[in-house]
Structure formats: C-alpha cells, structure tokens
C-alpha cells in the first residue's frame, strides 16, 4: 500500500477516488475525519490521504491523479473559447454563448478504459 494523494480539500480527494476507482485502481482515503484535529495536531497530518491498495498502479494512478489535479486548478482560471472568442468564466467547462468545450480540460484523460 502506498500513499499517491494528499489534499486539504477532501472533494478533490473523494474525487481523485473515484477516478482511480473508475479505471479499476483500489485505493482507499485516510485521516478522512481528522480535520477537525486540526489545531492540536499539525493541520497537514490531518488532510484526507489517497492510497492505492497494489503499488504495481502507482504509475498509472500517478498519470491519472495529476490529471485530476490539472483540471482542477484549471478551473479557476478564466479563458477564451476557441470557437466563438467569447470569455468564459473559470468554473465552466463548455462556452456559455456556442457550447463549444473548454479544450485545455482535456476529460478523456479522465475517462475510463472502455
């Protein structure tokens, strides 16, 4: 067993859970209630923890976690759709004026095997 993810956002964690889970990667989250001991332990030793089960998926979940992560911190950044040139807040994956997709965002990365 091996720890592949740590986060004080226990959403991206649950997450990034899921998405291993979805492509057949068993993992479990640690330290899930522990934030609230936050305070009289070190704040980071209380943030959810990723682990995968069978190390022999490190790699794979290793490529699929920092996916995660990629698109999340993308989700902040406001951009410009390709289509239409129309500005597009941050949190929205698809054009609100064409409905064209957001292309750095790049889901099939994220996308089970079928």
Known sequence: ??????????????????????????????????????????????????????????????DLIDAVVETTEASDTPWRCSSCGEGVEGQFTDCWACGAPRPELRADRLDPPS
């Open 1 to 62: 067993m091996r720890k592949i993810y740590g986060s004080h956002d226990s959403v991206i964690v649950g997450h990034a859970r899921q998405v291993l889970e979805n492509h057949a990667i068993r993992c479990i989250v640690r330290n899930d209630f522990l934030l609230g001991g936050a305070g009289e332990l070190p704040v980071n030793e209380t943030w959810p923890e990723l682990w995968i089960i069978d190390d022999g998926d490190f790699d794979r979940a290793r």
